[in-house]
């Protein structure tokens, strides 16, 4: 056990997932960072998901097992629970590759004043077959203005760094119930470095009862409430739409003009929105967005979309 580490603490919360916590609790336990503290939490499950996690034997394991809370309460009990230098998220039907842990600290250690880190990842479907990769170019710092755009980061790849954030800092906000994770990261955004790094360590399911299969539109719409909350000192209702059109980009409900308009809007008041979003960042990401849509190879124009 490597003890002279620092200790990292993980985070699983668990509701009926009996058919895959097993492997996620073993990719966890065979890490090759070893000094662990995991936290696993049963929330109520009506399977036999408390006994699935009882027959893996590793005293590094604690198991709480209680009456029904839901998600945020049992994220926020797992933050007060830990003890390590580090915290790890992890999700009970999600798969860590052997070093995840041990790459992610190492990269805490070299990089001063980082306080959030991810990795890239493949998702997976409910049998395990790789389905596709979502990986960065480069290990790179996110930008705060880069969530105008959507979701950057994968939630159960997080880690964060103690020795820079207090447990305050990283408690879940119980009214973005289905967008805890986004709202916690535009509230970091201010507060701490956000990085991410450029190698594939997790996998990420996909099922039917997976929070990404669900409740898509309202996650939007809590989505931007976040921002408007964290990241956008300027309350305007112009200002809204545009961002809404710029998030919700990749939903195909905007034309290509409406978004340029959009972007438009919010880059000549940048600063004014909140004085940390970057120019040269924006414009690279408004770039990307209206090449794609300009793109799109489904037979219209542009006056079609209009």
């Not at 305050?168 to 507060?191: G, H, M, N, V």
């Not at 360590?201 to 299969?213: D, M, N, V």
């Amino acid at each position: 056990m490597d003890h002279d580490k620092p200790l990292i603490s993980v985070v699983i919360p668990v509701y009926n997932a009996e058919h895959y916590i097993l492997k996620a609790l073993r990719s966890v336990c065979e890490q090759t960072y070893q000094n662990l503290q995991i936290i696993v939490i049963d929330d109520g499950s009506t399977d036999h998901s408390k006994e699935v996690i009882e027959s893996v034997h590793d005293p590094r394991i604690e198991l709480i097992s209680r009456e029904n809370r839901g998600l945020i309460a049992t994220l926020n009990e797992g933050v007060q629970r830990s003890d390590g230098e580090y915290i790890a998220r992890m999700d009970a039907d999600d798969i860590c590759f052997p070093d995840r842990f041990a790459r992610q600290q190492l990269y805490f250690e070299a990089h001063a004043g980082f306080g959030v880190l991810f990795t890239g990842l493949e998702y997976i479907d409910a049998s395990g077959k790789v389905m596709r990769k979502k990986v960065a170019h480069e290990n790179r710092e996110i930008k705060p203005v880069e969530l105008l755009f959507g979701c950057p980061v994968c939630h159960p790849t997080a880690m964060f760094n103690m020795n820079v954030l207090a447990k305050p800092d990283i408690r879940y906000d119980s009214e973005f119930d289905k967008t805890e994770d986004f709202e916690l990261w535009t509230r970091l955004a201010s507060k701490t470095k956000i990085g991410i790094l450029s190698e594939v360590l997790f996998q990420y399911r996909i099922h039917s009862e997976s929070i990404t299969s669900k409740n898509n539109a309202e996650q939007r719409e809590t989505a931007l409430k976040a921002i408007m909350k964290n990241l956008s000192h300027l309350d305007s209702e112009k200002v809204t739409r545009a961002i809404g059109t710029l998030y919700n980009n990749h939903q195909g409900q905007y034309s290509a003009l409406t978004t340029l308009l959009a972007a438009l809007r919010l880059f000549f008041q940048l600063s004014r929105i909140n004085r940390t979003f970057s120019h040269y960042k924006f414009l690279t990401k408004s770039y990307y967005v209206l090449r794609e849509q300009f793109s799109k190879k489904d037979g219209k124009t542009l006056r079609d979309n209009v």
